[in-house]
């Protein structure tokens, strides 16, 4: 009995990098034999009710599974980082649980309590369970500074990991007030967004959205102004009882000569009907959205005063 139960000992150890459970051993061995072996050094303790098998090398990846099963949770941010590549090797030992739980795991280990942990976005890789690639980038940004996640982000796109798409989508999924890692990843996205000229619909979504966001009141989109007959010009957003033009202007569409031109001819012609022209950049809509927001305030608190 004694050579079979060291060898399913051996088997578990084998394929958990050296560890087995506590359960796991008691199971092999029966408690009192699993105490003598804990009291013999053959099992030594690592993290609260894990053991690695005396003799089996210590590794980072040994580390990083003792504590994923004292907390039964998912190798997660700087780990799971570096195990995809995102990183470079710094050698932490994060991991997350669902908000509901307060196991206990000793240093190095870090335990992230997360609210909206999602098991479903883990996978196996390299026998330990991690988070994707898509959800540990978001994460970077709670433990690591901006540009540390730019740089995450960048190696995730040049190896193919990952794709702006899934990472907005699920940034989107994911964000909430209060939540830094997604809200350090929206602004690298609005600023690669930038970099590259956004679309004019893009921009005009994010627009509309703040609206909504600062409960602005309603406005008419796309709304065309006619004077004595003739057409004058088709403005973004605008407030026609107040007489307040609202321009959001993309960079691609607006940074030729001719379409520089157009844009102020056409302003010059609004204002010397009475229009208020406010223009906002993406910059602006993005960054700034509470300045927007403000700015628009202030115009129709004026217009109503004239």
């Known amino acids: 009995m004694g050579t079979d139960t060291s060898a399913v000992i051996d088997r578990l150890a084998q394929a958990q990098h050296g560890l087995v459970t506590s359960a796991q051993a008691t199971k092999a061995l029966g408690p009192g034999r699993k105490d003598r072996w804990v009291a013999a050094g053959r099992l030594i303790s690592t993290q609260p009710r894990v053991f690695r098998i005396a003799g089996a090398s210590q590794t980072w990846h040994q580390v990083l599974l003792a504590a994923a099963l004292a907390a039964d949770g998912v ?27 307060t196991p206990i795991l000793r240093p190095p280990a870090i335990l992230h309590r997360i609210r909206d ?31 540390a996640v730019r740089d995450a982000l960048s190696r995730g796109l040049t190896t193919r990991l990952l794709t702006i798409d899934d990472v907005a989508q699920l940034r989107d999924a994911l964000g909430r007030k209060g939540r830094n890692g997604t809200g350090v990843m929206r602004t690298i996205l609005d600023e690669r967004l930038l970099a590259a000229g956004a679309e004019e619909s893009v921009l005009e979504a994010r627009f509309h959205d703040l609206v909504r966001r600062f409960d602005l ?10 004077h004595a007959g003739r057409f004058v010009a088709r403005i973004d957003a605008a407030y026609p009882e107040a007489m307040v033009a609202i321009e959001v202007d993309g960079f691609s569409a607006h940074s030729s000569p001719d379409a520089f031109q157009r844009d102020r001819t056409r302003q010059n012609r609004l204002v010397a009907l009475g229009w208020t022209v406010l223009r ?13 927001a403000q700015t628009i ?6 217009a109503s005063a004239a």
């Open 117 to 147: 942990l999602h098991p479903e976005l883990a996978v196996e890789r390299h026998g330990l369970r991690i988070s994707d690639p898509v959800r540990t980038v978001i994460d970077l940004g709670l433990v690591l500074p901006t540009w």
């Open 75 to 101: 190798i997660s941010h700087r780990s799971a980082a570096e195990l995809w590549g995102l990183t470079q090797p710094a050698g932490y030992v994060e991991v997350s649980v669902g908000a509901d739980r």
């Open 297 to 302: 305030r202030e115009a129709l608190i004026q």
């Open 280 to 292: 906002f950049t993406w910059a602006d809509v993005v960054q700034r959205p509470a300045e927007v």
């Open 217 to 226: 009141p309603a406005m008419s989109v796309q709304h065309e102004v006619w």
